[in-house]
């Protein structure tokens, strides 16, 4: 989610519900931060019944054929790597899309111009060099840090190349759609030269508050995961938040959703076809 500070407070499956031995299972996962950016996503779930787990909001149902669970996150990183620990568990999903609204890194980004996660990053992880007392605070002594998931040391987590192909197929009306690195930290950066520092440092092209960590328990538990983000501003060309973003990143990922569905069959033996 792209918020002020102030407000705070896939694999592709059958095109229905399965049961295994770990319970029923999910094509997707579909996540937002707030009610905001997920509006045309409820309004197109069939079916739609609510369930909520703890501090958690999940809506389960269809896009289609495709069995869909959407998810309210609520903001930052301790809600969305919760959020998507509960749902894994719950919902077994095949696939998770974290998607809404960001803010712009990269100058060259407009306003309602989508990322999609080619890579998400943690930029509020880094540790300094020493500094002696009165020597200030400086910036070029930070150095990124990594995250660590089942002995295997995470510079950022990958996109899943198969949701990467169906997204990149998927029309935005209002923008462009490119590839490129997600960023994520419970940080509202408005300083230019902290954003084009956190761009050299990171590589990023937007920030939210949810993604990489997100991404980081799909990745953990073997899930495949795609960060779809639209700026709803940048401090470099469109510096005031456009709410009505969260609703063309949803419209985008119901689009998305729909052309997953339809390129997905069954045979007659009940196995998955890729159109």
Same mark, same amino acid.
């Given at each position: 989610?792209?918020?002020?500070?102030?407000?705070?407070?896939?694999?592709?499956?059958?095109?229905?519900?399965?049961?295994?031995?770990?319970? =029923?299972?999910?094509?997707?996962?579909?996540?937002?931060?707030?009610?905001?950016?997920?509006?045309?996503?409820?309004?197109?779930?069939?079916?739609?019944?609510?369930?909520?787990?703890?501090?958690?909001?999940?809506?389960?149902?269809?896009? +289609?054929?495709?069995?869909?669970?959407?998810?309210?996150?609520?903001?930052?990183?301790?809600?969305?790597?919760?959020?998507?620990?509960?749902?894994?568990?719950?919902?077994?999903?095949?696939?998770?899309?974290?998607?809404?609204?960001?803010? +712009?890194?990269?100058?060259?980004?407009?306003?309602?111009?989508?990322?999609?996660?080619?890579?998400?990053?943690?930029?509020?992880?880094?540790?300094?060099?020493?500094?002696?007392?009165?020597?200030?605070?400086?910036?070029?002594?930070?150095?990124?840090?990594?995250? *660590?998931?089942?002995?295997? =040391?995470?510079?950022?987590?990958?996109?899943?190349?198969?949701?990467?192909?169906?997204?990149?197929?998927?029309?935005?009306?209002?923008?462009? =759609?490119? *590839?490129?690195?997600?960023?994520?930290?419970?940080?509202?950066?408005?300083?230019?030269?902290?954003?084009?520092?956190?761009?050299?440092?990171?590589?990023?092209?937007?920030?939210?508050?949810?993604?990489?960590?997100?991404?980081?328990?799909?990745?953990?538990?073997?899930?495949?995961?795609?960060?779809?983000?639209?700026?709803?501003?940048?401090?470099?060309?469109?510096?005031?938040?456009?709410?009505?973003?969260?609703?063309?990143?949803?419209?985008?990922?119901?689009?998305?959703?729909?052309?997953?569905?339809?390129?997905?069959?069954?045979?007659?033996?009940?196995?998955?076809?890729?159109?």
């Amino acid at each position: 989610m792209r918020v002020p500070v102030f407000l705070l407070a896939a694999v592709i499956g059958a095109g229905c519900m399965q049961l295994s031995g770990q319970g =029923v299972e999910y094509d997707l996962m579909i996540q937002g931060a707030v009610d905001w950016e997920l509006q045309p996503l409820l309004a197109a779930l069939e079916h739609k019944k609510e369930r909520q787990i703890e501090a958690w909001t999940y809506w389960t149902g269809n896009i +289609g054929r495709l069995s869909v669970v959407l998810a309210r996150t609520g903001v930052g990183p301790i809600n969305a790597t919760a959020s998507t620990l509960v749902g894994i568990e719950n919902f077994h999903p095949k696939a998770v899309i974290n998607q809404g609204t960001a803010g +712009g890194h990269d100058p060259n980004l407009q306003l309602y111009d989508i990322v999609l996660g080619e890579k998400t990053v943690d930029f509020g992880a880094y540790q300094s060099e020493h500094g002696d007392a009165g020597s200030g605070t400086k910036p070029d002594r930070w150095h990124p840090a990594f995250h *660590k998931l089942n002995g295997v =040391v995470y510079r950022a987590f990958v996109g899943d190349p198969e949701l990467m192909a169906e997204a990149l197929q998927v029309r935005n009306e209002r923008g462009r =759609v490119v *590839k490129g690195t997600v960023g994520s930290a419970f940080q509202y950066n408005r300083e230019l030269d902290r954003i084009a520092w956190l761009r050299r440092t990171y590589g990023t092209d937007s920030e939210d508050m949810e993604s990489a960590f997100a991404a980081g328990i799909a990745t953990a538990m073997h899930v495949p995961f795609l960060a779809i983000r639209i700026l709803s501003d940048s401090e470099w060309n469109h510096p005031q938040l456009e709410r009505k973003a969260g609703d063309y990143c949803a419209e985008f990922s119901v689009k998305l959703a729909r052309r997953m569905e339809e390129r997905t069959r069954i045979d007659e033996k009940g196995v998955i076809k890729r159109n």
